[in-house]
């Protein structure tokens, strides 16, 4: 239970270490990408269900037009206040991954106070690095959706069905705590089925930590930041817990 709750606690650090300076570039960028997005899809929103009020209420200025607008455009308002808060960490994701492992490499610098094994980089070793990364993301990928599908035939199973939520939520806890830690094992060189390996080693740790972030998940506004403080937040447990460990 202990090493659960030190898991955890990584994340909440996470948030804490994305305000410090030289890292919060790697947070802005994106942030600022996915905010000019969401600006201009809700433009969009806006204009768009504006025409569809105009076809299905007549115009006028009766009373019962004014209520039934007013009505609409309230439900517009909570549509899109939900559909922002709960895919926003989604696109998020999708647009800073590219900056996700830079933000690993200086959390892991500022952490130890050494510098990255990855060495200096520059734009030859981040061109060289687009293939492994890529092969590591598919290998990822195809790992999820095999213990995925798996996990959804045992839900379809009578008596076990009863478990499957609470075994989604340890899938999911699972699958996140896997996916972010990836970042700073594979800046110092370790491949997906090393990873792995070391998460399993360190299981308890690695579930409070892929739990709190699943938390955060669905927590209004603190999933805004909950990528680049998951990011973050792994480093740190990487680097303080097993970092010495990886020539084993």
């Keep these: 239970m202990m090493n659960i709750l030190r898991g955890a606690t990584y994340v909440f650090r996470g948030y804490g270490l994305i305000t410090r300076p030289g890292l919060r570039r790697f947070v802005v960028a994106p942030l600022l990408v996915n905010m000019l997005i969401f600006a201009s899809l809700l433009w969009l929103g806006i204009d768009q269900f504006g025409n569809l009020t105009n076809l299905l209420l007549p115009s006028g200025e009766s009373w019962w037009a004014a209520l039934g607008r007013f009505a609409l455009w309230l439900l517009f308002a909570a549509a899109a206040l939900l559909i922002i808060i709960f895919t926003f960490t989604l696109l998020a994701n999708l647009v800073a991954a590219p900056f996700n492992g830079l933000l690993s490499e200086k959390v892991e610098e500022q952490v130890t106070g050494t510098r990255s ?132």
């Design 117 to 248: 094994p990855r060495g200096p980089g520059g734009l030859r070793a981040s061109v060289a690095g687009i293939i492994p990364s890529l092969v590591n993301e598919l290998r990822k990928l195809i790992y999820f959706l095999l213990w995925g599908g798996l996990l959804f035939l045992l839900s379809l199973v009578p008596v076990l069905n009863a478990l499957s939520p609470f075994l989604w939520i340890a899938f999911t806890s699972w699958m996140l705590a896997v996916e972010y830690l990836s970042y700073p094992m594979e800046n110092n060189g370790l491949t997906f089925n090393d990873v792995r390996k070391r998460v399993t080693e360190r299981r308890a740790a690695s579930l409070g930590f892929g739990f709190a972030v699943l938390c955060a998940m669905m927590i209004p506004f603190v999933n805004f930041l909950v990528m680049p403080a998951a990011v973050a937040g792994a480093t740190a447990l990487w680097a303080e817990t097993w970092r010495d460990e990886k020539q084993r």
